[in-house]
């Protein structure tokens, strides 16, 4: 079996066929803002396969209201919505509501812990904020979805006990750094995700990406720790639900 922990499928055509490729095996859909979030709903409802995070991400930050926490309470009881994501920080575009930015993501982790949910957190040119405001949660359960910093970075969140999800970054041809980290650190603390529709693994790379394609994502992280893809896929699935709390016999 295999999970991926984290993809958005809210602008395929062919939804049926796409979650039909993943057969028996296991989608986390993430939500970005209110109407995102509403799909996830319909999503887990519709397909046994696919479970669900729902939160709003920090580009969205500006386009929410009061409902939006409201759509995320009322819903965080559904035994199929497995934790709040993607929430986080994004300095790389907008950096002048960063304190705002900072709020909403903290509202966000507290909300998980007073339900007991896992947190996936985007962090993108805002590594130290993010780790700075976890290390103050450190009850939290999270995983750092598409991690892409340095592995100095990655040993300080272990030892907060987060996981990190690996994307299709680490079949890039330039990602040396993330090699090194998937090589250093234990399979113990990694997720396989996809982040589709975006950020295809070689040898698709450019094509609209898919659940499915975390196959070559398992595959690179095999090679890099020169162990089997079995080992790999197993030890990931494990991992995924043991982090999110997944209903699934293995
Ligand atoms: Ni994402």
Redesign the pocket.
Known sequence: MMIDT???LDEYENIDEIIKHMGNNIIIV?G?DDKTNKQVIELINKYPNIYGVIGI?PEEIDNINSNSFKIIEENINNPKIVGIG?IGLDYHFIKDNKIKQQEIFIKQIELANKYKKTIVI?SRDSINDTYNILKKYLNTKAVI??YSSSLEMAHKFIKLNIKLGIGGVVTFKNSKILKEVVENISLDNLLLET?SP?LSPEPLRGKINEPYNIIYVAKKIAKLKNISLEEVLNRTTVNAIEQFDLPIEL
């Open positions: 984290h993809c958005h993430s970005v991400h993607e985007h979805h598409c982040d975006y």
